[in-house]
């Protein structure tokens, strides 16, 4: 009887005691090689060029170190440590990194980033948890040294370079053949070089306005725009160079379709190929140069994302510090646009901080696709 009662008790004792607690997340060393590696960085990237609004797009130059965490039976967070380098296409493209081409030696723009991933390809989910970037021009006394001719960035808010776009954009709106007038949105490059005189490069993005050429206008900037779901925005290349006896403009833009378009173009059925649980906009680019006919239309995608996250950047005019305290003062810290709402196909999962040392893996980190010579500054 009194074996009875014992064995009853235990029994009780096990229907009420607490649940197991899950076990604690496990931070495991990755491969840079590794193909699921590679495939998060690649949808990380993808997601991070695409929920930004301003700057160029990034393409990945190596994979530095990587950590895995498992989540339930089939998810994984990634910890990667990728390296970057900047590319001729603004975010205003929606183009994908791998459509775009990277800057020349001289213009180079390097950097860093700590991403955050969750990928459960099972389920059809892929997020970006989060991010923290530093971004790095070359500096001008080693642009010198290799390239003596080429031309020296300067900081784009100089107002001569806000004067080379208010001039070279008046001639494209002169001689496009865009029925509406186009305003400068912001100036976002600059440089210089002496030739024969003083000649000055600029790049500026640009937005429709309410302006129609049927009708003189004096002054763009005075022009309402286009709402910007139906506006087209583009990005513009413009040069003017001086000589003793005449100066010469340049413009370019490349016109990019507005908002509502690419929407109602992923209506129509165009597949991604990505795991997440929603489709990419497609971006169409219209290149339209001074004096030529030239036409491109390439096709990319664009992941609407909303983790609101902070980049930190470079003073792209800035010489290179030459101390850790000189480079920590010469960072700038850009906050990304909040957006208030998650999307209903966003997964929270729980995620560690990030990794403080590099993976252990033989394998990181991992060979540079595009070495250069401007890569090693420390």
């Not at 209506?267 to 030239?294: A, F, L, N, S, Y």
Request: one cysteine or more; a negative charge; hydrophobic letters at 30%.
């Amino acid at each position: 009887m009194k074996l009875l009662l014992l064995l009853a008790c235990v029994q009780l004792c096990r229907s009420v005691s607490p649940p197991e607690s899950p076990p604690e997340p496990v931070l495991l060393d990755a491969s840079c090689n590794d193909s699921s590696v590679e495939m998060a960085a690649g949808l990380a990237l993808n997601e991070f060029n695409s929920m930004r609004t301003e700057g160029y797009i990034f393409s990945m130059n190596r994979i530095a170190s990587a950590h895995t965490q498992s989540v339930g039976k089939t998810g994984r967070v990634f910890y990667m440590s990728l390296d970057m380098l900047e590319t001729k296409c603004h975010v205003l493209s929606k183009r994908s990194a791998k459509n775009c081409e990277n800057r020349p030696m001289h213009e180079e723009v390097s950097g860093h980033c700590n991403m955050t991933y969750y990928l459960n390809k099972p389920q059809r989910v892929a997020n970006l948890h989060g991010y923290s970037c530093a971004f790095l021009p070359v500096s001008r006394e080693k642009v010198s040294k290799m390239c003596p001719d080429c031309p020296t960035a300067s900081s784009p808010d100089a107002p001569i370079f806000l004067e080379t776009a208010t001039l070279t954009l008046e001639k494209f709106n002169q001689e496009s053949n865009e029925t509406h007038y186009f305003a400068i949105l912001n100036v976002t490059k600059g440089s210089m070089q002496w030739v024969v005189g003083p000649s000055y490069f600029t790049e500026f993005t640009i937005m429709e306005t309410m302006c129609t050429k049927d009708k003189p206008v004096t002054n763009v900037s005075e022009c309402e725009p286009v709402k910007r779901e139906f506006a087209h925005f583009g990005l513009c290349k413009g040069s003017i160079m001086k000589s003793p006896l005449k100066e010469y403009k340049s413009a370019s833009c490349e016109i990019y379709e507005p908002e509502q378009r690419q929407e109602a173009e992923d209506d129509h059925g165009q597949k991604d190929d990505h795991p997440e649980h929603h489709r990419g906009k497609k971006g169409h680019g219209h290149t339209h140069h001074d004096r030529h006919g030239h036409h491109k239309h390439p096709h990319s995608s664009n992941s609407p994302h909303v983790q609101p996250v902070e980049s930190v950047q470079v003073d792209e005019h800035s010489t290179e510090p030459s101390t850790a305290s000189e480079t920590a003062e010469a960072l700038k810290v850009v906050t990304l646009p909040v957006i208030p709402k998650r999307p209903s196909f966003f997964t929270t999962v729980t995620t560690l901080p990030f990794p403080e040392t590099q993976s252990e893996s033989d394998q990181c980190p991992g060979e540079y696709k595009y070495p250069s010579p401007f890569l090693d500054r420390e």
